[in-house]
């Protein structure tokens, strides 16, 4: 569950901690979830040597006969994809699927295959092989809770026309806000970036991109950090590494919840109608909330805005 909702250092931990209550790890098939959920938090955090390591630790006979050997192929499948091993990754995402079928333990909710062999595919540019898999996802079970829902839209965008994709990368962000996937949110967050650099929105694009950024950073996740960096600003680029003093203090406890809320959805990238609309007040307040988030947090002009203000899953589901 930690794992789940992108506290990766404390994901890694309590897997240490039980891997080490194992006597024998290597005779055990139990071992194969702990281990998955320390490959995984590894290699989001950037630690590819250490995940390399654990993947070359000998294994139990019975690991590929268990439920606990799909996990584990899972993250070594992303392991691999993260590591640019694409074939050896789709083979290892193919394989976890044939196995949950034929178990009768399909479920996108526990084991999300076709997203992630359809992740594969679309970089080996086989987006009808793709495509196929994406829809299956949706027309299965679990195709409406809100962790599988948004990574469903997110790859089902990468098939479809700016403008549609546009509106089903909107509709990614939404959906692991409201399952707590901080990480997948990330990924919905740059993916919506580089729509909108698409279609010539770059005020926008670059707010969004710079809350991926922050997010990925929260969570502790070095890899996304790296992926999306290429994609900031050249003034974001400086400001990473050297923010104004006013960036470093903590801007909530500064601001009011109704102001925190406003400069949220203004940092990343939406217009005041929009925020008037998500928040059900007129767009007279949300002006007054901005007039005094910018006095507050000594800043003159939206782009400006901090994107590391933190909201509660709650109040994200509220908006």
């Keep these: 569950m930690l794992l789940r909702l992108s506290d990766l250092h404390a994901a890694e931990e309590y897997a240490r901690r039980a891997l080490d209550c194992l ?4 005779s055990s098939a139990f071992m194969g979830s702990p281990t998955a959920t320390l490959i995984r938090a590894r290699t989001l955090m950037g630690d590819h040597a250490a995940a390399a390591r654990q993947l070359h630790q000998p294994v139990a006979e019975t690991l590929f006969k268990s439920t606990h050997g799909l996990a584990y192929l899972r993250v070594r499948g992303l392991y691999l994809m993260a590591t640019h091993q694409l074939h050896a990754a789709l083979s290892d995402f193919l394989e976890a699927g044939r196995l949950a079928r034929s178990w009768g333990v399909d479920r996108p909710a526990i084991l999300p295959w076709r997203t992630d062999a359809a992740d594969v595919l679309f970089r ?4 009808q092989r793709a495509k196929v898999l994406v829809e299956q996802q949706f027309a299965g079970p679990d195709a409406r809770r809100p962790w599988v829902r948004g990574i469903s839209l997110r790859l089902r965008a990468g098939t479809s026309d700016p403008r549609q994709q546009l509106a089903l990368l909107n509709q990614s962000v939404d959906e692991p806000s409201r399952s707590g996937d901080r990480v997948e949110l990330t990924r919905s967050l ?4 580089r729509s909108l650099r698409a279609i ?5 694009a670059d707010a969004v991109i710079r809350r991926a950024w922050n997010l990925a950073r929260e ?5 996304l950090c790296e992926e999306i960096r290429p994609e900031l600003g050249p003034e974001d680029r400086m400001s990473r ?15 009011s919840d109704s102001e925190r809320r406003v ?5 990343s990238g939406y217009t005041n109608r929009e925020i008037s609309l998500k928040l059900h007040i007129t767009v007279s307040t949300v002006e007054q909330h901005l007039t005094r988030v910018y006095r507050k947090l000594n800043i003159t002009r939206r782009q400006d805005l901090p994107v590391d203000l933190h909201l509660a899953v709650s109040a994200a589901e509220a908006v």
């Design 241 to 255: 590494s050297g923010a104004p003093e006013e960036y470093r203090s903590d801007p909530d406890t500064k601001l």
């Design 263 to 267: 400069a949220t959805l203004a940092a």
């Design 190 to 193: 740059a993916a919506l970036g």
């Design 219 to 223: 969570c502790g996740a070095q890899s």
């Design 200 to 204: 010539a929105e770059p005020a926008r």
């Design 124 to 127: 080996l540019g086989e987006t």
């Design 23 to 26: 006597p024998e790890q290597s």
